[in-house]
């Protein structure tokens, strides 16, 4: 097997390679170093590496594994983290210009706890400042590109995480959702992407959800909606990643024992999949209703028992105006008024008009009554959906409107079939829902459109029920495209596979 072909296995497989002896660690972290080099010019995905520490990590690891000790799951597996998990002595920007020269003393609880399974962190990936866009540019490090076409967005907030781990220069990575920040890069970058339940993985060490030079706020004010979880080439590195970072954290008391609702087995011949290919009137791209009923239409086929249907009585203007009150609230009291101030400026001179951006508007001027009661809204959509979600092992929908789209500036509208449509809308429109009712999702990479650019899908499954979510993605795993590398990052040298 080529060097090429290696860079692409999944997590997983790697681990087991390394472990078996069939790859020693020191040669899998050389192997990315080589890509990162080659490669991340073309995307900037790769934003700061630790190159001589991955290596004596490394050492270490092919050191133990002869004394016959696998340190864990993940055991010489290099892999990268979103720049907004704090990692000790290694530079934590948050693509926030006030921090350019952060340096963690103490990592983020995931960091530690993939370190813990064995993993080697070779660096860290780009975000936009503060993780707070759909796009991925900063003044510290600048633009990411995505991997099938270098001129369009790979996603945001965690679109590094997606470019690299889609052009093969990372076996895996760490990302957080506020409103879709997993979902959206995995869908337009073409990898599987995970938005574990809400409170089901700590929040210890993840930036601006914390203490930040420039913003004297509040400590962890992000209660609600914010969520960590892994993206991979596959459902099976998605699980173990899941495994290794969710549970208890003494430092977040908001994260409970891991509970389940996993109803044992999932039989493929009694599985009832809901389905719809649009929700709110945001209309989707031609290609994405067609690659979505195409999809449901081969589980049908299979044997599963599918029905196109969405919540019946589902305010979606209510839902994208609650998220945005609630998301505003909780950014806007961890803000010194100043910094407050000129969030609201930039938002309200956006060309965009959606509900989002009026919740969020709504959100940041701090009004406690409107926030308690946006809460108190929440909980009756969260039970609205868990009612629906009783009714169906799954649900799937679409991730945003459409294909990655061109880089430009933020709240510019976005063009879907010729037609413009609001920025929010069409990046966050479907996302955000899940977000605010806390629902486990899963992105599966469905197909390409016409132009060769990834669709994925949204499964959706009931509160808690993480590992069933999973076992259903299995199950209808087969039945779509799945990962596959693109062409321009296939080589191991740089050049065109």
């Not at 990315?32 to 050492?59: G, H, K, M, W």
Request: hydrophobic content about 40%; charged content about 20%; glycine content about 10%.
């Amino acid at each position: 097997m080529s060097a090429a072909d290696q860079a692409f296995l999944p997590a997983h497989e790697l681990a087991r390679q390394i472990r078996d002896r069939e790859l020693s660690a020191v040669e899998a972290v050389r192997m990315y170093l080589d890509r990162i080099e080659a490669f991340n010019p073309a995307l900037n995905a790769v934003v700061t590496l630790q190159s001589d520490a991955a290596l004596a990590r490394a050492e270490q690891a092919d050191r133990a594994l002869t004394r016959g000790v696998v340190w864990g799951r993940f055991h010489g597996v290099p892999v990268t983290i979103k720049d907004c998990f704090e990692t000790a002595g290694l530079r934590t920007t948050c693509g926030f210009k006030q921090m350019a020269d952060h340096v963690p003393a103490a990592d983020a609880t995931v960091v530690s706890r993939l370190s813990h399974a064995g993993a080697i962190i070779l660096g860290k990936t780009n975000v936009p400042p503060l993780a707070a866009d759909y796009q991925t540019d900063n003044p510290i490090f600048g633009r990411s590109n995505n991997p099938w076409n270098t001129e369009c967005t790979p996603g945001g907030s965690s679109g590094g995480s997606a470019a690299a781990v889609a052009a093969g220069l990372s076996a895996l990575d760490i990302g957080s959702d506020l409103g879709g920040s997993i979902r959206v890069p995995a869908h337009y970058c073409g990898v599987y992407g995970l938005k574990p339940t809400e409170h089901r993985v700590s929040s210890v060490g993840h930036l601006p959800d914390a203490d930040l030079p420039g913003l004297s706020g509040v400590r962890a004010s992000l209660r609600h909606q914010g969520v960590y979880g892994p993206i991979a080439r596959s459902i099976q590195d998605l699980r173990l990643a899941l495994q290794v970072i969710e549970g208890p954290d003494p430092l977040s008391p908001a994260v409970p024992p891991v509970s389940s609702i996993e109803h044992g087995e999932v039989r493929p011949r009694h599985l009832r999949i809901a389905w719809c290919d649009q929700l709110g009137g945001i209309t989707v791209s031609g290609e994405t209703s067609t690659m979505l009923t195409s999809f449901a239409s081969r589980l049908d086929r299979a044997g599963f028992e599918v029905h196109r249907t969405a919540p019946q009585g589902w305010d979606l203007e209510e839902i994208w105006r609650t998220w945005g009150e609630i998301a505003g609230a909780e950014i806007g009291v961890a803000c010194p008024v100043v910094v407050r101030a000129l969030l609201r400026f930039d938002i309200w001179r956006s060309s965009d008009r959606s509900w989002m951006r009026h919740g969020l508007l709504r959100g940041l001027r701090l009004d406690l009554r409107r926030y308690m009661a946006a809460l108190a809204r929440r909980d009756r959509l969260i039970a609205a959906l868990e009612s629906f979600l009783g009714k169906w092992d799954c649900w799937l929908c679409p991730v945003t409107a459409g294909p990655a789209f061109s880089h430009r500036k933020s709240g510019t509208a976005i063009e879907i079939d010729g037609r413009p449509i609001d920025y929010f809308n069409a990046a966050a429109a479907y996302t955000t829902p899940f977000n605010l009712t806390g629902n486990p999702v899963l992105v599966l990479p469905v197909g390409q459109s016409a132009a060769g650019l990834p669709i994925g899908v949204q499964v959706v499954v009931r509160r808690w029920a993480d590992e069933r979510l999973l076992a259903i993605g299995e199950l209808i795993d087969p039945f779509v495209a799945g990962f596959s590398a693109p062409g321009h990052f296939r080589g191991g040298d740089g050049t065109a596979g």
